[in-house]
């Protein structure tokens, strides 16, 4: 009888430190997945794609994110406590700070995902959040886009369409301060060709000066946690040098990176999808040396 109500006890004990978590769809629907309250980002990603019937083989380019202030969604790390982060937020957050969203910058890939159902809907419904909050600059298209959204007919149609834009397939961070310039900030943008640096100033007004580094020309990428920055070296014209952005999001920039090689990676082992920039995959991480800051006013296009 005591072994039997020990067992009770610690059944019950178990049960106490499982929760409901509410989870946010790119289509303003919410999933509730029970998972326990020290469960990690991988594990309750993979609670929801059960859930909603993603295929095993597509949970790959989904993730979990946090919905920070001004909108902007920040990857939790696969060790971070999604629970922690919703009750951290839970006066600030609408129905749930927490996200379920696509985590992938191959659009072959997305393609061939798309030929799932639940897979293609969730992309979807993410490009049109994505073009309706801004994330993406639909330029011309927006009154076609939105003709397309008027029917459940035309999601294929409003996919192509927008897989066609510059900024799908590509994440870019809130304005903040970089060594490149001696006044004002940059906005950086992160994709399968490029780092981007867009000039902007201290209120995120844009500006006219875009520095972009493809992958072949960048030799080592990093989160520097002492000087909270996200540092790359680049090498042009025989010369390196080492760039420092400084943002909150420092540490999701770099994971940003090597998801992206690592991506170019699968590209490399498919003949069949095509290649660009495959040098890129052979960066390594490093500890940063002497970093000769940069400048958009001095170098001008030396950059």
């Not at 072994?3 to 009770?8: D, E, I, L, Q």
């Not at 979990?64 to 909108?71: A, M, P, Y």
């Not at 690592?262 to 040098?279: F, G, M, N, R």
Request: glycine share 4%; charged share 30%; with cysteine.
């Amino acid at each position: 009888p005591l072994f039997r109500s020990g067992g009770a006890a610690k059944k019950k004990e178990a049960l106490d430190l499982d929760v409901e978590l509410p989870v946010l769809m790119a289509d303003k629907s919410t999933v509730s997945v029970r998972v326990q309250r020290d469960s990690p980002a991988n594990t309750v990603a993979k609670a929801v794609a059960d859930k909603i019937g993603l295929s095993k083989e597509n949970c790959q380019y989904f993730s979990l994110f946090e919905i920070c202030s001004h909108g902007f969604e920040r990857k939790l790390r696969p060790g971070e406590f999604p629970h922690r982060v919703y009750i951290k937020n839970y006066s600030s957050a609408g129905k749930s700070c927490i996200a379920f969203r696509k985590w992938i910058f191959t659009l072959t890939h997305e393609v061939i995902a798309s030929e799932n159902k639940t897979a293609a809907n969730l992309f979807y419904w993410q490009a049109v959040e994505d073009v309706s909050t801004g994330k993406i600059d639909p330029g011309d298209h927006l009154k076609q886009l939105k003709v397309y959204q008027k029917s459940s007919n035309t999601k294929a149609e409003y996919l192509d369409l927008a897989r066609t834009l510059p900024d799908y397939c590509s994440v870019s961070f809130p304005h903040c301060a970089c060594d490149a310039r001696k006044q004002g900030h940059v906005i950086v943008s992160v994709s399968l060709n490029h780092i981007k640096l867009q000039a902007c100033t201290t209120e995120g007004i844009l500006e006219e000066q875009v520095h972009t580094f493809p992958w072949e020309m960048i030799k080592t990428c990093e989160a520097d946690l002492e000087e909270t920055a996200f540092c790359f070296q680049y090498e042009k014209k025989s010369k390196e040098r080492w760039v420092r952005v400084f943002s909150d999001y420092y540490e999701y920039m770099n994971e940003c990176v090597g998801r992206v090689l690592e991506e170019i990676k699968w590209k490399e082992k498919d003949a069949t999808l095509p290649v660009s920039s495959s040098s890129s995959s052979k960066s390594k991480a490093s500890k940063p040396s002497k970093r000769k800051p940069i400048k958009y006013e001095d170098d001008g296009e030396d950059l």
